[in-house]
């Protein structure tokens, strides 16, 4: 049987052309090539398995016909591929703005817009379509737009050149990251996914939490967290855990649209979550000129504190609610996890690389080896054939599907610079906001939000990055503070209502209305919405400083974000009043945007704290009381 699924493998196109994608990944990342070398042909290698994996379909369309536009869009692509290795040499060698175009450079140019355009349709949506259209108008048409909008716009010509014959358009800073980190992060993730890596992580959250308060949620959180580290993917983290978590927080006495939104925030979360991170986190460390490494640990203390504060939230809520733990039974039908326990190694090989100082996808290609290798470890973890076609299979599809969308955002990097809109931009913000931090920092918060409704986290972020950060920097924010505050945003943008892309997918698996869980999970989001204005204000949570300051920091965020958490919650040993709610809300939101060590920031905690301490010990106080009142009647 699995050598005939080896031979079914073998006759699927898709199969074949995506093994030859991996293959030339592992080439270029042994024997880099020029960059109009790898990149072009990082982006042909996306496209053609892109058409072949989302073929067009359409009910009014004869299916013969969807057949033939489908052969015409990859014949197109591997045309466009065939320009670049036959001009490779003129267009390494040409001057821009000084060497010619010529008519063969319009035809291939256009025709890869065309394509990442609908190539971006398919893995995506129109949402990220209308944007990319949007750019590509004011690129033409900017001369007829009124005040600061206005600038003479392009002809076709330098058009093209500037998105297609450089690396400052498409085959720029995202094309560079995709071929550079993302694909070898996402083999690892597809990989490590087929040798049950995501179930590993499902099953030690149950024994982990499964018999706590809330535990069904907790489970949600933990393994969500876990896989999310690992997927970088809200939706795809969504998928493949929320099939298993939003049924067991519903058989436990949890409404359908709030499990969904618990598992929605959950894997949205995941982004934030070193070691992988989002997909975004690695156009970051291209635009920021770090180490992935480096980016990584700077997130891993608002992540801990986003998933903290989401924690005790849902155990406070739970408490409130009266909602049940999982029975012991129910722990019970989980799979042993010693026997399992190896295939944690992966992970743990992955941040060894990483701590130790090897690149990123040195890193991920060691990791992705030790996830082949590791279930020979035990003779009940061995992967058969099939399992390893599946992370063949896998690998090559999702990078495509990432590939090509931030491959088209490499339109709005080229036009927002080219165009100067960027730096227009962030003028009409400074003279919007006053010259105010505050004002300044919530316009850009507001904008990504809005940007990230039904976008991808990376497109969100590199047009957010683009626009809002220069204005930022203006302000004196550190450029990994702006980058980060940007990045938090956009992440969180997937459960922001209307649109809300990880609430929609968690609504689809809980059979749930898709707007009450959007309201649900961007309801808990608020536990954590504020913890980027921390970290504006405070270096230290990014990891800036010395060890004595970092852990201040931390310390210092955790205690803000557990006061804002117990107001959602609504617990303190006994359900707190409303009033008392606001107070200690309003006392975790100033200590958490308030610098650290300030007379604000010391009054907030000691307030907010004092508050919540009364009111449990009022709590045990009437408990106490009311135990004594029943012994002296039973003894009555």
Request: charged letters at 5%.
């Given at each position: 049987m699995p050598a005939e699924n080896l031979k079914s493998a073998l006759r699927s196109p898709a199969f074949v052309i995506g093994c030859a994608f991996i293959a030339f990944q592992v080439w270029i990342l042994f024997d880099a090539q020029q960059p109009m070398l790898q990149r072009p042909a990082h982006v042909v290698f996306?496209?053609?398995?892109l058409f072949l994996y989302r073929p067009l379909s359409a009910d009014w369309m004869p299916r013969s016909l969807c057949i033939a536009i489908d052969a015409l869009l990859i014949a197109a692509s591997l045309a466009v591929g065939a320009y670049y290795l036959g001009e490779f040499d003129r267009l390494t060698t040409r001057m821009e703005n000084v060497s010619p175009i010529l008519t063969i450079d319009i035809w291939a140019g256009t025709a890869l817009v065309l394509l990442l355009l609908e190539g971006a349709r398919r893995a995506v949506g129109w949402i990220l379509v209308s944007v990319l259209l949007v750019f590509i108008a004011y690129a033409f048409f900017g001369n007829v737009l009124p005040g600061w909008l206005s600038f003479r716009g392009f002809d076709l010509e330098p058009a093209i050149e500037i998105s297609t014959m450089t690396t400052a358009g498409v085959l720029g800073i995202t094309t560079s990251t995709s071929a550079d980190f993302i694909f070898y992060f996402i083999m690892f993730g597809a990989f490590y996914g087929a040798i049950g890596g995501g179930q590993l992580f499902i099953d030690l959250a149950i024994r982990l939490a499964g018999r706590?308060?809330?535990?069904?949620?907790?489970?949600?959180?933990?393994?969500?967290?876990?896989?999310?580290?690992?997927s970088g993917s809200a939706v795809a983290n969504v998928v493949s855990t929320g099939v298993f978590t939003i049924p067991l927080m519903k058989r436990c006495g949890m409404k359908d649209h709030r499990a969904a939104g618990v598992e929605a925030i959950a894997s949205t979360g995941g982004q934030l979550m070193p070691p992988v991170m989002g997909v975004a986190a690695f156009i970051m460390a291209e635009m920021l000129n770090m180490p992935y490494g480096q980016i990584a640990l700077a997130g891993l203390i608002p992540a801990v504190a986003f998933y903290l504060a989401l924690l005790l939230v849902v155990d406070l809520s739970a408490r409130r609610g009266g909602q049940r733990a999982m029975t012991a039974e129910e722990v019970a039908r989980t799979a042993p996890l010693l026997p399992r326990l190896h295939l944690l190694l992966p992970p743990v090989v992955l941040v060894f690389a990483l701590v130790s100082g090897y690149s990123a996808a040195y890193s991920a290609v060691i990791a992705t080896l030790a996830s082949i290798v590791t279930p020979f470890l035990r003779r009940s973890t061995w992967i058969g054939l099939d399992g390893f076609?599946?992370?063949?299979?896998?690998?090559?599809k999702q990078a495509a599907e990432v590939a090509i969308p931030i491959a088209a955002i490499g339109l709005v990097i080229a036009v927002a610079v080219q165009s100067n809109l960027a730096l227009k931009f962030a003028g009409s913000l400074l003279t919007l906001s006053e010259g105010s931090i505050y004002a300044s920092l919530a316009l850009a918060m507001l904008g990504c939000i809005i940007m990230g409704m039904g976008l991808p986290t990376v497109a969100a972020y590199i047009i957010g990055a683009v626009l809002y950060v220069p204005a930022m920097q203006k302000l004196g924010l550190e450029p990994l503070a702006a980058h980060f505050f940007i990045f938090y945003y956009c992440v969180l943008s997937m459960v922001t209502p209307p649109v809300a892309l990880a609430s929609f997918a968690a609504a689809g698996v809980g059979n749930s209305s898709a707007m009450k869980t959007s309201m649900s999970a961007f309801g808990m989001s608020?536990?954590?919405?504020?913890?980027?204005?921390g970290f504006v204000f405070d270096p230290g949570i990014l990891w800036q400083g010395t060890a004595a300051e970092i852990g201040?920091?931390?310390l210092g965020l955790m205690v803000a974000t557990a006061l804002w958490a117990i107001a959602f919650g609504g617990w303190c040993g006994k359900p707190?009043?409303?009033?008392?709610r606001v107070v200690i809300g309003l006392a975790g939101l100033a200590a958490v945007i308030e610098p650290m060590g300030?007379?604000?920031?010391?009054?907030?905690?000691?307030?907010?704290?004092?508050i919540a301490l009364a009111a449990f010990l009022a709590s045990r106080a009437d408990l106490g009381n009311f135990e004594s009142r029943v012994f002296v009647q039973a003894a009555e």
């Open positions: 996306a496209l053609v398995l706590a308060v809330g535990g069904p949620a907790k489970t949600a959180i933990i393994s969500s967290s876990l896989m999310g580290s690992i076609i599946g992370g063949l299979r896998e690998a090559p608020l536990v954590a919405f504020f913890i980027p204005f201040l920091s931390a707190l009043a409303m009033s008392l300030s007379t604000i920031w010391f009054t907030a905690l000691a307030t907010g704290w004092g």
